[in-house]
């Protein structure tokens, strides 16, 4: 993790120059567009950064096997503590990359008949997963290393790195392009080679050089944010934690510790909107349904803003706040389909609203020992992942309420970040998802879930 050097007492901000930002900027591109060789090498955010420092120094994570997975850390050799238990039917073998930093290991026979299970682990040997985004075929994984790998198929397909700050969120477009957002406060831009197959490089950020000059030399522009401290409003100042996509409209939607949520038009990569949206740090927001927009804090609120036309211009108002409290609003996940919106806090409990009913409390889920960290919507599937290190899989049913079908607990860190693809029919199955969950305990799991597979808890 990349963290900014404290501010000297007695420094007063000047807005940048012309010349200071080219040469950062220059700097910054001279080193973003290099491609990594496929084979080279507020829950609460203090706790989660404690728990990253006192767990970087291990060589690999202690894990514990469950009756869905004997996969190991080829480094981790202590067989004394490991519980006595059947043997899996799945193989046990991996297959690492000796001059990368992940190693993938599989289950090659895995039964494709099997509801839910594990399929697959990749272990990162250093520093921890912080974010995902699945398209396709193909997995971006981004964590401290300020790296973003890109996995094909579950093998090492390629990556691209940025000069700082760690990735704390990864979207993707249909158009092949990803936005990342960075410890940093900086969102960059990445497109992938249409001539030259797994090369990515960076063609952007935002807010573009252009608008970022054009609103410098205007004092109106900036806001102060402590005391002798100015910055432009179209840029975030701390870390951008969440990111989320409307392609349908052409927007973005970014969410920071600097408490604003911004809007960027995707076509020319321009601020339109930067809002004041919370009291601390904005921990994840959500495009939903009827041009809503979720946001959730660690000042403990859920807000909802509303799309609207102002003359000409777009612009979004605070429609309603659906929770004020004191644990920390952690996750979020939207259902566009059953216009449902969840809502994972720092407590361990989801709770949810339902849009038909003009977003009525719908109930709590409850499932989790410690904080929810993540929430991901697969079809009529909403999971979530835990600092207890599990991950529980829901389904609503058509009445409106929801079952717990399995608790995944392969992971002996925190959950991070979940996200997931389908898988496709197969043999007439529907529902069938592939579940990607990233870690602190450095390693990013594979699983299938299914969305008819039988409760285990009513």
């Known amino acids: 993790m990349v963290i900014a050097a404290a501010e000297t007492s007695g420094t007063h901000h000047r807005r940048p120059t012309f010349a200071a930002f080219l040469n950062t900027d220059?700097?910054?591109?001279s080193h973003a567009a290099d491609v990594i060789d496929p084979t080279s090498t507020s829950v609460n955010n203090q706790q989660l950064q404690s728990y990253a420092s006192t767990t970087s120094g291990e060589s690999s994570p202690n894990q514990v096997p469950s009756p869905w997975n004997q996969t190991y850390s080829p480094y981790y050799t202590d067989t004394t503590t490991t519980p006595t238990m059947s043997p899996s039917p799945w193989s046990q073998t991996y297959s690492p990359y000796y001059k990368s930093p992940w190693i993938y290991q599989t289950t090659p026979n895995v039964d494709d008949d099997s509801d839910n299970g594990l399929v697959g682990t990749i272990v990162r040997q250093e520093g921890h997963v912080y974010s995902l985004a699945a398209s396709g075929d193909l997995l971006f994984t981004g964590s401290d290393s300020k790296n973003v790998r890109v996995w094909k198929d579950l093998k090492d397909f390629a990556g691209f790195k940025s000069t700082s700050g760690s990735v704390k969120a990864i979207v993707t477009t249909g158009n092949n392009r990803i936005f990342t957002g960075h410890q940093d406060g900086k969102i960059r831009i990445w497109r992938g080679s249409k001539k030259r197959t797994g090369v990515y490089s960076r063609i952007g950020s935002l807010p573009s050089t252009k608008e970022f000059l054009t609103k410098s030399v205007n004092p109106k522009n900036y806001v102060q944010v402590r005391r002798h401290k100015n910055v432009l409003k179209i840029r975030h100042y701390d870390a951008v934690s969440c990111l989320s996509l409307n392609e349908e409209l052409g927007l973005l939607y970014s969410g920071s510790w600097d408490k604003t949520l911004k809007v960027w038009r995707l076509s020319d990569s321009k601020c339109l909107e930067s809002i004041q949206a919370h009291d601390d740090a904005v921990n994840t927001v959500a495009a939903g349904f009827d041009d809503l927009v979720f946001t959730g804090s660690a000042d403990g609120t859920l807000k909802v803003w509303k799309r609207e036309?102002?003359?000409?211009?777009?612009?979004?108002?605070l429609a309603n706040v659906?929770?004020?409290?004191?644990?920390?609003?952690?996750?979020?996940?939207?259902?566009?389909?059953?216009?449902v919106v969840y809502s994972g806090t720092s407590d361990g409990s989801v709770n949810f609203w339902e849009g038909k009913k003009y977003l009525s409390h719908g109930g709590i889920l409850r499932g989790h020992r410690m904080a929810v960290l993540c929430l991901a919507a697969a079809g009529s599937l909403v999971l979530s992942g835990g600092a207890d290190k599990n991950i529980c899989v829901w389904r609503r049913n058509g009445d409106g309420s929801h079952s717990c079908l399995s608790v995944l607990t392969d992971h002996v860190g925190p959950v991070k970040c979940l996200t997931a693809v389908e898988e496709g029919e197969k043999d007439g199955n529907e529902g069938r998802w592939i579940v990607y969950s990233g870690s602190l305990d450095k390693s990013v799991k594979v699983w299938r879930v299914t969305e008819t597979a039988p409760p285990v808890i009513g």
């Open 322 to 339: 659906l929770m004020k409290q004191e644990n920390a609003v952690t996750a979020l996940a939207v259902n566009l389909t059953a216009c």
């Open 309 to 317: 036309l102002q003359g000409k211009r777009t612009k979004h108002f």
């Open 26 to 29: 220059e700097e910054e591109q």
